[in-house]
């Protein structure tokens, strides 16, 4: 497969935020309007993501500053990727209906075709701690797993019509939580069984779009079309949730949650977009800080790398970004 190398000299900007140590930076991707988004960390420390509107996947070095292009296969309309420990780099093909591995060493794709053709649009894939892959499909209205040492898959599709699976996290106990984006229901998978578990959530005009699981394994979702962030308690099956800063027409989507407990959301009701910190603690929200180099437009996935204290996020106006988040309790990142 093709690659290519593109060497920037970038200007970063740095914010230093109102909650507590936030500093914003952002790349801007050569390659215009191609809706760079869902970046992964790999082992080296480059950043991963894909051009869903421009079919292909990429990385960024940030030190450097330089990205690096691999052609995929035409009207693949990659929509998410994840990278392996041994490097490999595996996206979701949204509208061709199978699961990719790309080789960086040599640009070579591994293909692995959905069993169905009703499968069409493989959503988003997080890895469990085999390195097994779950995945969500948004329009085929199921949730998935590939075994990635045999290249089989197993299926579970929802009970009820445009369920619409989305986000989706892993447990503690390697079990997978998804939010119904055409409903207002959380569900799981149990990952021996294969039974499928269902939360009601008591509105019903809730529409859980991205998922977080903290490190006590309860699950926070956002709630795109109220702008409420959610917590499901799986043990109890108690639901509690708090209005986010914009209010209802914050439309809460990227999340993520890093090693201190705290929940990370981006506002994309207003522009600029604005990360938003949420701490299960003491059930309060840090001051929204805006997106300012970019604006955002629409931020839609992001990632916590525990390594660098950093999330990294994609927006619909051309960049990839990074969050650097110091330790709770305030304080500068750790360069």
């Known amino acids: 497969m093709r690659s290519i190398t593109v060497s920037l000299i970038l200007l970063p900007n740095l ?49 450097k500053g330089d990205f690096k292009r691999y052609e995929i296969d035409p009207g693949t309309h990659p929509h998410n990727l994840i990278v392996a420990k041994d490097g490999m780099v595996w996206y979701s093909g949204n509208q061709n209906g199978m699961i990719g591995k790309l080789n960086p060493a040599d640009g070579s794709i591994t293909r692995y075709p959905l069993p169905d053709k009703n499968l069409g649009d493989p959503h988003t894939l997080v890895f469990d701690s085999k390195g097994d892959i779950w ?55 149990d990952p021996a069984s294969f039974k499928l578990t269902e939360y009601t959530i008591s509105n019903p005009s809730a529409r859980p779009r991205r998922i977080v699981i903290t490190p006590d394994d309860k699950i926070f979702v956002g709630d795109y079309a109220r702008g409420m962030l959610i917590r499901l308690d799986p043990v109890t099956g108690k639901i509690s949730e708090w209005a986010n800063p914009s209010g209802a027409n914050s439309g809460p989507y990227a999340m993520a949650g890093d090693n201190t407990g705290r929940v990370w959301q981006v506002e994309t009701g ?66």
């Not at 898959?153 to 929802?158: A, G, K, Q, S």
């Not at 604005?274 to 955002?296: C, N, R, W, Y």
């Open 270 to 335: 207003p522009q600029p977009n604005q990360f938003v910190s949420f701490d299960p603690k003491s059930e309060k929200f840090g001051t929204p800080v805006p997106i300012a180099k970019s604006g955002g437009l629409v931020v839609r996935h992001m990632v916590f790398d525990p390594k660098s204290r950093s999330i990294w996020f994609g927006t619909d106006a051309n960049t990839i970004g990074r969050a650097e988040v110091a330790p709770a309790g305030g304080g500068r990142p750790t360069p």
């Open 135 to 189: 995945f969500t499909v948004q329009a085929g209205n199921a949730v998935g797993k590939l075994t990635t040492s045999n290249g089989k898959f197993r299926i579970v599709p929802m009970p009820a019509s445009n369920s619409r699976p989305y986000g989706i996290a892993i447990d503690s106990k390697d079990r997978p939580w998804f939010d119904e984006f055409g409903a207002n229901r959380i569900g799981t998978v």
């Open 15 to 63: 914010l230093l935020a109102q909650d507590p140590g936030l500093q914003l930076t952002e790349w801007t991707v050569p390659w215009p309007e191609s809706r760079p988004r869902d970046p992964a960390v790999a082992p080296d420390g480059r950043v991963w993501f894909v051009g869903q509107a421009a079919n292909y996947v990429a990385v960024l070095d940030p030190v």
